[in-house]
């Protein structure tokens, strides 16, 4: 049999390298992300395992999806860093939710967590900014984030003027630079199985505390 390699339907791969069961499952959302998260960090061909697709939604409910990277994450969400005048903050302000998706295809396993977000304490994100590489810091102050612009030059001129501007000192972040936390109401471990009979568990927030479900695949 020959196949087409550019006709997606003949691709097709069985899901075969672990299971995901309720006993197996660590007793916290974040302590089963932490576990799977190592994982994927050790796994040499999971690239920027802390990248996940972010959606968000404007007021219209017309939805919009792009990939962050997470920064930290614990007991209270998941933490991401941008411009909060972006296209993602302009509607994480009028529609403070949000759903992100790890995916770690060389394990087979997605991870989704949805619930409200709120920016980050200012101490948090510069903390988190001085750590970053300088370059990384002026580019926070060159780029208008999601706006349109003239050209590469304007956009390199822009790094310059902000080169200029902090010689010799320390960058700080830019007023509308910062971070956010989605903090979960809803979180779902995906383990790809045979025959597309997957374990899918979602730790879920309800009245009584978090609940654990096995959602059909
Ligand atoms: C691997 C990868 C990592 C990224 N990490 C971030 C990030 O941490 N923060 C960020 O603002 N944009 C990041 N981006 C760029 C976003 O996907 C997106 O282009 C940008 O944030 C503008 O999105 P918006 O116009 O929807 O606000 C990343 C893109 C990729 C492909």
Redesign the pocket.
């Known amino acids: 049999m020959t196949i087409d390699p550019v006709d997606p339907s003949a691709l097709r791969r069985s899901y075969e390298r672990a299971a995901l069961d309720e006993a197996g499952l660590a007793p916290e959302w974040h302590e089963q992300l932490s576990r799977w998260f190592l994982d994927a960090v050790g796994d040499a061909r999971s690239l ?1 395992p802390n ?1 996940v697709q972010l959606a968000t939604c404007d007021e219209a409910g017309r939805a ?1 999806v ?4 997470v920064k930290s994450f614990d007991e209270r969400g998941i933490v ?4 909060y005048r ?4 302009r509607e994480l302000a009028v529609r403070p939710y949000a759903s992100a998706a790890f995916v770690w295809l060389a394990l087979e396993r997605q991870v989704r967590l949805s619930g409200p977000v709120a920016q980050v304490p200012r101490e948090e994100t510069e903390a988190y900014f001085a750590g970053r590489p300088r370059g990384s810091q002026l580019g926070a102050w060159a780029s208008p ?2 706006e349109v612009v003239a050209s590469r030059a304007a956009l390199d001129a822009a790094y310059a003027a902000a080169e200029r501007r902090f010689a010799g000192q320390d960058v700080p972040p830019p007023p509308y630079w910062g971070g956010y936390r989605l903090a979960p109401d809803a979180v779902e471990f995906w383990q790809g199985r045979p025959d597309r009979l997957h374990d899918r568990l979602r730790f879920r927030c309800a009245d009584t505390g978090w609940v654990v479900e096995r959602l059909a695949p």
């Open positions: 920027e990248a919009s792009r990939t962050v990277l991401f860093y941008t411009n972006s296209a993602k903050g984030q999601s």
